[in-house]
T-cell receptor
């Protein structure tokens, strides 16, 4: 079955602490994975994709095919990182499925 | 702002009534999507369309219908067969493939049952 699992509904950290938002996937094909973010009162938007191997706003995510994971990491959290984060998996051309999301709260 | 526009922002449905949610994009994107967002369940795909006059069911298509008569428009009808329609509905669009492929989302429509 094709599935994206985000085990944490809420993750709370203090400013400056490291952050890791977990994402695991189930897919028999070659996965393409993404992280989308929704800040308060803003639209859902792409944060990063594994194929680009990029770092956006200090966030990185590495695809681990052995563990079927695509965890999102940031070494030092900032208050402006507080948002809802969704992991997404592309299963067919133009079809994207999402996880249930993790709310990140960064306290001052 | 331009891009992808959903209307109305809030919509109320009476029992047994069909309602239609509007989604328009001016990004010249071929693909368009409808997702349903429920607390604790993330985004679930209802329908998607890769090209005009063609669309495919997503994971939770029952009780919904769509049309794609124009490239820029992808309206979603919530029919009376959908027994639990109260949710936040998100429309999105994307261009096909390529290294810049990503979904652009609308601001959403909150549907509630009276």
């Amino acid at each position: 079955a094709q599935r994206v699992t985000q085990p944490e509904k809420l993750l709370s950290v203090f400013k400056g602490a490291p952050v890791e938002l977990k994402c695991n996937y189930s897919y028999s094909g070659s996965p393409e994975l993404f992280w989308y973010v929704q800040y308060s009162r803003q639209r859902l938007q792409l944060l990063l994709r594994h194929i680009s191997r990029e770092s956006i706003k200090g966030f990185t995510a590495d695809l681990n095919k052995g563990e079927t994971s695509f965890h999102l990491k940031k070494p030092f959290a900032q208050e402006e990182d507080s948002a809802m984060y969704y992991c997404a998996l592309k299963v067919h051309t133009d079809k994207l499925i999402f996880g249930t999301g993790t709310r990140l709260q960064v306290f001052p | 702002d331009g891009g992808i526009t959903q209307s109305p922002k809030y919509l109320f449905r009476k029992e047994g009534q069909n309602v239609t949610l509007s989604c328009e994009q001016n990004l010249n994107h071929d693909a368009m999507y409808w997702y349903r967002q429920d607390p604790g369940q993330g985004l679930r795909l209802i329908y998607y369309s890769q090209i005009v006059n063609d669309f495919q069911k997503g994971d939770i298509a029952e009780g919904y219908s769509v049309s794609r008569e124009k490239k820029e428009s992808f309206p979603l009808t919530v029919t009376s067969a959908q027994k639990n329609p109260t949710a936040f509905y998100l429309c999105a669009s994307s261009s096909h493939g390529g290294s810049n492929e990503k979904l652009f989302f609308g601001s959403g429509t909150q549907l509630s049952v009276l």
